[in-house]
Each structure stands twice: as structure tokens, then as C-alpha cells.
């Protein structure tokens, strides 16, 4: 019921541009957490997460 919900947005090279600056901007921003950030940057999509603090100073990013 809830997966149906979902949208599941594609890992594109633009995406994986913005990933890589984010992690030289963020030195302590993993990989998947800069790809999760990109992505909802790239999509202008709003991020839910418990772990808001990873993602401080991300430019941008809109959290629900």
C-alpha cells in the first residue's frame, strides 16, 4: 500500500555531478547521503529523514 505511493527518481549523471560537489563541499557527507541529497536537489524534492544533522549547511535542501 505505502510502496505505492513512491516515486523512485533515477541516479543520473547530473545527479551524481551534484553528489560529487556536495561531498568536496561536505568533507563528512558519505557517498549515500550525498547521492540522497542530490537527488532531492536535482528533483526539487523535499527530504524526510531522522537524520537532519548529516545534511546541515546543504544549500537548498528542503526537509518535510
Known amino acids: 500500500a505505502?510502496?505505492?505511493q513512491v516515486t523512485?527518481?533515477?541516479i543520473t549523471e547530473k545527479v551524481?555531478?551534484?553528489a560529487a560537489n556536495?561531498?568536496?563541499e561536505h568533507k563528512t557527507?558519505?557517498?549515500p547521503d550525498a547521492?540522497?541529497?542530490s537527488t532531492c536537489l536535482h528533483y526539487n524534492a523535499f527530504l524526510l529523514t531522522t537524520r537532519r544533522?548529516?545534511?546541515d549547511g546543504?544549500?537548498?535542501l528542503r526537509f518535510v
Open 8 to 10: 523512485v527518481l533515477p
Open 2 to 4: 505505502l510502496l505505492h
Open 16 to 18: 551524481a555531478n551534484i
Open 35 to 37: 547521492l540522497v541529497a
Open 29 to 31: 557527507l558519505s557517498l
Open 53 to 55: 544533522n548529516v545534511f
Open 22 to 24: 556536495l561531498m568536496l
Open 58 to 60: 546543504v544549500r537548498g
